[in-house]
């Protein structure tokens, strides 16, 4: 067990539609990442939050937004789903800002779009 | 664009050998290199973190090297084990911008 949290481990919703993902970090960690990892595909970073703020994007959709609150954990919004954004969705979290500080990964939580 | 480039693709090795695994990188500039172990659908696990000062890092079986003048890293399992069956991933970290970027991962399967 990483101690970091993801919820939910499954989530089956229509095109179109806007889901939440929800990552809860080990105690004490101040940023998350969040990736996508398609079917058979490479992990793809999306964004980084630390302490609050976004840090870094990456190959992020304008229908993608994301925010990290003042207990830290963090949200991940998906809207106007599409078939291809089926993927499991991680978060990781790491305790400091600096890129050479361990991440640590949840058990993803798996989108499925029809 | 940088690009982390993983080979081979996948592998088959027998139970108690040894194997490497290559990844090749063009991110610049450089901050830390990083090799993960991911079962199928489950999170990745650290195995090791590399920064740029560092030649060679173990952890237990796995030995990771680094050479930084050619952007190459290996991964080297000794005495594999079934349960190293999975998917390896090098991920490198760009310094200014603190991204990441993945490899797709070498799939190896340790065979009885």
């Known amino acids: 067990d990483s101690g970091v949290t993801q919820t939910p481990k499954h989530l089956i919703t229509a095109t179109g539609q806007r889901v939440t993902l929800r990552c809860s970090p080990r105690?004490?960690?101040?940023?998350v990442y969040w990736y996508q990892q398609s079917l058979d595909q490479g992990l793809q970073f999306l964004i980084h939050?630390?302490?609050?703020?976004?840090?870094a994007k990456g190959n992020i959709l304008e229908r993608f937004s994301a925010q990290q609150f003042p207990d830290l954990h963090s949200e991940l919004n998906l809207s106007s789903l599409e078939l291809g954004d089926s993927a499991l969705y991680f978060c990781?979290?790491?305790?400091?800002?600096?890129?050479?500080?361990?991440?640590?990964f949840g058990q993803g939580t798996r989108l499925t779009v029809v | 664009k940088n690009q982390v480039e993983q080979s081979p693709q996948s592998l088959i090795i027998l139970e108690g050998k040894n194997c490497t695994l290559q990844?090749?990188?063009?991110?610049?500039?450089?901050?830390?290199l990083r090799w993960y172990k991911q079962d199928t659908g489950r999170g990745p696990v650290s195995l090791t973190i590399?920064?740029?000062?560092?030649n060679t890092k173990s952890n237990g079986r796995y030995t990771a090297t680094l050479d930084a003048d050619t952007k190459q890293s290996s991964l080297h399992i000794t005495a594999s084990q079934l349960s190293d069956s999975a998917s390896y991933i090098c991920?490198?970290?760009?310094?200014?911008?603190?991204?990441?970027?993945f490899g797709d991962g070498t799939t190896l399967t340790v065979k009885p």
């Open positions: 990781a979290s790491s305790a400091l800002d600096s890129g050479n500080t361990e991440a640590f």
């Open positions: 105690s004490g960690d101040l940023s």
């Open positions: 939050y630390y302490n609050g703020e976004e840090r």
């Open positions: 990844c090749n990188y063009t991110v610049s500039p450089f901050s830390n």
């Open positions: 590399m920064t740029f000062s560092e």
């Open positions: 991920v490198v970290i760009n310094t200014n911008a603190g991204k990441s970027t």
